[in-house]
C-alpha cells in the first residue's frame, strides 16, 4: 500500500473547533492532492500543495507537506457543520502524467 | 461549463451480464481515470486512459476493460459481471502532470 496506518478513519467535533487530518505515504511524490466527498457525490479538489510547497492556505483550510518524512497534513480552523464530508489526500505517483493513488480518507462530523 | 458526465446513475444487472459504463468530459483533458469506491477502501484506481487508444492498466484492473476512441470520451466494460464488482464507480479526467482531477458524480452498480 502507499499509505501509511495512521491515518485515521473517522473523526467527530463540535461547530467552532479547529481539526487536522494528518497522511502518510510510502512512496515519493512531487504533489499532495486534498479532496472533500460529499455524501452522494464524486470528490472534489479543495488543495492541491506541491513539493516546493511547505504549506498552503485556502479560506479555512491549511494544508501542509513535508516531504522528508513523506507526510501531508489538512487543517480546518473554526470548522462548520457544512464541513462535514469525507476527506481524502492523493498523492501523484507519475511525474509526467496524472497518476491519483487515494488514501482511505477520514471521514469528519461536525455537529452543533 | 467544466463537466465530466456519467451514465447511468444506477444500474442493477444480473450475475454473468455484460456491463457498459459510460463516461465524457468537456474539458479537452488527455488523462481519464476509472475508480471503483467500496465502504473503507477509499478509491481504487481501476485503469487510467493518457489519450485516444492509450490505457493504461491500474491498481485493480482484474474483470474489467476500457475503451477510449475519442478524447471526450472514456468507457468502461465488465464482461460478464460478477456480484463482487457491486460498487460505485467514478470516472475522472485531468490534465497531465500533476493538475486537479474532476470527478463524475458517480454510477452505484449492483450485481444480483
Known amino acids: 500500500s502507499q499509505w501509511g496506518e495512521e491515518n485515521l478513519q473517522a473523526l467527530s467535533i463540535q461547530e467552532g473547533e479547529d481539526v487536522t487530518m494528518n497522511c502518510s505515504y510510502k512512496?515519493?511524490?512531487?504533489?499532495v492532492h486534498w479532496y472533500r466527498q460529499d455524501s452522494g457525490r464524486g470528490p472534489a479538489l479543495i488543495i492541491l500543495?506541491?513539493?516546493?510547497?511547505r504549506e498552503k492556505r485556502s479560506g479555512r483550510l491549511r494544508a501542509t507537506l513535508d516531504t522528508s518524512s513523506q507526510s501531508s497534513s489538512l487543517s480546518i480552523t473554526a470548522a462548520q457543520c457544512e464541513d462535514t464530508a469525507v476527506y481524502f489526500c492523493?498523492?501523484?505517483?507519475?511525474?509526467?502524467?496524472?497518476?491519483?493513488?487515494f488514501g482511505q480518507g477520514t471521514s469528519l462530523s461536525v455537529v452543533p | 461549463d467544466m463537466k465530466v458526465t456519467q451514465m447511468p446513475r444506477y444500474l442493477i444487472k444480473r450475475m454473468g451480464e455484460n456491463v457498459l459504463l459510460e463516461c465524457g468530459q468537456d474539458?479537452?483533458?488527455?488523462?481519464m481515470y476509472w475508480y471503483r469506491q467500496d465502504p473503507g477502501l477509499g478509491l481504487q484506481l481501476i485503469y487510467i486512459?493518457?489519450?485516444?487508444?492509450?490505457?493504461s492498466e491500474g491498481d485493480i484492473p482484474k474483470g474489467y476493460r476500457v475503451s477510449r476512441k475519442k478524447r471526450e470520451h472514456f468507457s468502461l466494460i465488465l464482461d460478464s459481471a460478477k456480484t463482487n464488482q457491486t460498487s460505485v464507480y467514478f470516472c475522472?479526467?485531468?490534465?497531465?502532470?500533476?493538475?486537479?482531477?474532476?470527478f463524475g458524480k458517480g454510477t452505484r452498480l449492483t450485481v444480483v
Open positions: 474539458m479537452s483533458h488527455e488523462t
Open positions: 512512496t515519493y511524490t512531487t504533489v
Open positions: 486512459s493518457y489519450d485516444v487508444d492509450s490505457n
Open positions: 492523493a498523492t501523484d505517483l507519475s511525474s509526467s502524467f496524472s497518476k491519483l493513488v
Open positions: 475522472a479526467s485531468s490534465f497531465p502532470g500533476g493538475a486537479e482531477v474532476f
Open positions: 500543495i506541491r513539493s516546493n510547497e
